[in-house]
């Protein structure tokens, strides 16, 4: 963790702490995320992916943390030395990633753009369970074709989590 105020930029997996759970969705803006959200009426209750403004994501809290990725060299390999993500994660943590994406055939890290683009490509979905269809499993499936429950939940205990203040509009 650092003490720096780092805010997300377009096509980044950010999260807030709901209670003792945390929240994930893929930032566009300031007034757009794409996350799972629920649906509720007198008659039905779902969760589906949707756009809604980052104050809607936050939930009243003030503010969200970042993941934040290794970059990708020029040929597409990820980078575990490239700036920000070097300085924030420990080494062993660092080889221990590196590991995970060696493990796994066809893995890779999308570009922002990519990412964005996967995350709206999904809008409107309906296929949420607590289990291998969650709010995890969507951003990291957005940012690199994984889909495996298992490995999502040792991705994200690898990622660094930035504290990031929220100037919300």
Not at 55 to 76: A, I, K, M, Q, T
Not at 88 to 103: A, E, G, N, T, Y
Request: with cysteine; charged share 20%; glycine share 8%.
């Amino acid at each position: 963790m650092t003490d720096e105020v780092v805010s997300a930029r377009f096509g980044d997996v950010i999260g807030v702490y709901r209670g003792p759970t945390k929240h994930y969705g893929i930032y566009v803006n300031n007034h757009s995320v794409i996350h799972y959200a629920p649906y509720v009426d007198e008659f039905d209750r779902y969760y589906y992916i949707r756009e809604t403004t980052l104050d809607r994501f936050l939930h009243g809290r003030s503010n969200y943390f970042l993941c934040v990725f290794p970059e990708v060299d020029g040929d597409g390999q990820i980078d575990i030395r490239s700036g920000r993500f070097a300085s924030l994660v420990p080494f062993c943590s660092r080889i221990k990633l590196l590991q995970l994406f060696d493990q796994i055939p066809g893995c890779r890290l999308l570009s922002p753009q990519q990412t964005a683009h996967r995350a709206l490509s999904r809008v409107g979905e309906r296929e949420y369970t607590s289990a291998i269809g969650n709010c995890e499993n969507f951003v990291i499936w957005c940012k690199t074709g994984i889909c495996e429950t298992a490995t999502v939940k040792a991705l994200l205990g690898l990622l660094p989590n930035l504290d990031a203040h929220i100037f919300a509009t």
